[in-house]
């Protein structure tokens, strides 16, 4: 079974202040992993996702993040926080060889921007 | 653009109604999900749904059930709704068979039983 953990319900940076949001998942088979980001009101929108390959993945918005397995790690990062970037974001976990692999979400993160 | 409504933004129901929350995608989708999302935990899968009338329960799916009777639509059943089911609801679908796919979300239904 497949499972996502966000450190941090909540965080809060300054504009221009690196943003690191947390991400640790477990996974039996090797896994994909997804990070979703959430405005007010509205549904969710993929900004990264990991796959296979290079484990540095780049996203929309100058969002990244970095897949390590040996950590079982998956955490979001931008150099430069921006006012637009308050959001929920969430970290997901796809798995499984069937036909029919869901997509398992964590808590959810909502990142303040203080001007 | 991968397109998937959901037919209401709000829906304000009655203890015991039976409430029906439709979702249509526009990509030809083989799978599809409702989530339920709640303050601190996040998004919680009901059922989905890999083919047409073909369904699996998702981690909380007492007090609810799915109809996918074509390919474009998936539907959620509250048979008899409770205080407890008012909660935001998240329709979505996803191409390619495995894992390796995203999925794309509606808009959400924020329903409320009173």
């Known amino acids: 079974a497949q499972s996502v953990t966000q450190l941090g319900s909540h965080v809060s940076v300054s504009e221009g202040a690196l943003v690191l949001l947390r991400c640790n998942y477990s996974?039996?088979?090797?896994?994909?992993l997804f990070w979703y980001v959430q405005y007010p009101n509205q549904g969710l929108q993929l900004l990264l996702k990991?796959?296979?390959?290079?484990?540095l993945v780049k996203g929309i918005n100058g969002f990244e993040a970095e897949f390590k397995k040996s950590e079982t790690s998956f955490h979001l990062t931008k150099p430069s926080a921006h006012m637009s970037d308050a959001a929920e974001y969430f970290c997901?976990?796809?798995?499984?060889?069937?036909?029919?692999?869901?997509?398992?979400f964590g808590s959810g993160t909502r990142l303040s921007i203080r001007p | 653009d991968v397109k998937v409504t959901q037919s209401s933004r709000y829906l304000v129901k009655r203890t015991g109604e039976k409430v029906f929350l439709e979702c249509v995608q526009d990509?030809?989708?083989?799978?599809m999900f409702w989530y339920r999302q709640d303050p601190g935990l996040g998004l919680r899968l009901i059922y989905f749904?890999?083919?047409?009338?073909?369904?699996e329960k998702g981690d909380i799916p007492e007090g609810y059930s799915v109809s996918r009777e074509k390919k474009e639509r998936f539907s959620l059943i509250l048979e008899s709704a409770s205080t407890n089911q008012t909660s935001m609801y998240l329709c979505?679908?996803?191409?390619?068979?495995?894992?390796?796919?995203?999925?794309?979300f509606g808009q959400g239904t924020r329903l409320t039983v009173v």
């Open positions: 979505a679908s996803s191409g390619t068979r495995g894992p390796n796919t995203e999925a794309f």
């Open positions: 996974s039996s088979v090797p896994p994909y």
């Open positions: 990991y796959t296979t390959g290079a484990t």
């Open positions: 997901a976990v796809s798995a499984g060889y069937s036909s029919a692999s869901k997509i398992i």
């Open positions: 990509m030809d989708h083989e799978n």
């Open positions: 749904s890999y083919d047409v009338k073909m369904k």
